[in-house]
Nanobody, 125 residues
């Protein structure tokens, strides 16, 4: 069974940085995209970033482009989200996710089958 466990969230001042980790078990993610989503209080869950393994590379939401970076470590079966220049609007619960089938690219929640429990990121002004 595929399990995803996020860590690395916390409280940071605006302009600061955090690195989130997502440890994957039950699957080697070499042939599956991995993505990060976030959900702010009272808002819908939204796509943040994804990394693919079939030449897809990486893709980011416009709101985080240039500030966030997604990467993966095959040896550790872990995906990371490096977040720089954080803003109060980045405050949310961050989730990592992966599809149940080997699709090559998607920003749609409905395409993602496995989700972590989430990690809270709070950015103070």
């Amino acid at each position: 069974q595929v399990q995803l466990v996020e860590s690395g969230g916390g409280l940071v001042r605006a302009g600061g940085s955090l690195r989130l980790s997502c440890a994957v078990s039950g699957r080697t993610f070499k042939h599956y995209i991995m993505a990060w989503f976030r959900q702010a209080l009272g808002k819908e869950r939204e796509f943040v970033a994804l990394v693919g393994w079939n030449g897809v590379g990486t893709y980011y939401a416009d709101s985080v482009k240039g500030r966030f970076s997604i990467s993966g470590d095959n040896a550790k079966n872990t995906v990371y989200l490096n977040m720089d220049s954080l803003k109060p609007d980045d405050t949310a619960i961050y989730y990592c996710a992966t599809p149940g089938r080997p699709i090559t690219w998607s920003t749609q929640l409905s395409d993602y089958t496995y989700w972590g429990q989430g990690t809270q990121v709070t950015v103070s002004s």
